[in-house]
Nanobody, 118 residues
Framework: QVQLVESGGGLAQPGGSLRLTCAASGFSFSDYGMAWARQAPGKGLEWVSDIYFDNSATYYVDSVKGRFTTSRDNAKKTLYLQMNSLTPEDTALYYC???????????WGQGTQVTVSS
């Protein structure tokens, strides 16, 4: 069965960095686009980034452009989110998801918590 397992979250100071990892199994990872989304305390789910199945393109929400980088290693079936210059507004539960098409996602991980605080 499809499984997505996020890791790498934790506590970071403002201006710091974290790298999230999403390990995929149960499907042909290299055939699918993938995505990151987040949910801040008391807020709805927010799309963060998409990446094409072949690494040919990535897209980001405006609030993270220039600070976050999504990448993938298809051989390792792993998705990454490098987060730099973190701010308290980045505090959220971060999820990875399998992408079927534009704004369509069918499987989600359990999430990893990112807290940015001094």
């Amino acid at each position: 069965q499809v499984q997505l397992v996020e890791s790498g979250g934790g506590l970071a100071q403002p201006g710091g960095s974290l790298r999230l990892t999403c390990a995929a199994s149960g499907f042909s990872f290299s055939d699918y686009g993938m995505a990151w989304a987040r949910q801040a305390p008391g807020k709805g789910l927010e799309w963060v980034s998409d990446i094409y199945f072949d690494n040919s393109a990535t897209y980001y929400v405006d609030s993270v452009k220039g600070r976050f980088t999504t990448s993938r290693d298809n051989a390792k079936k792993t998705l990454y989110l490098q987060m730099n210059s973190l701010t308290p507004e980045d505090t959220a539960l971060y999820y990875c998801a399998r992408r079927l098409g534009s704004a369509v996602y069918d499987f989600w991980g359990q999430g990893t918590q990112v807290t940015v605080s001094s």
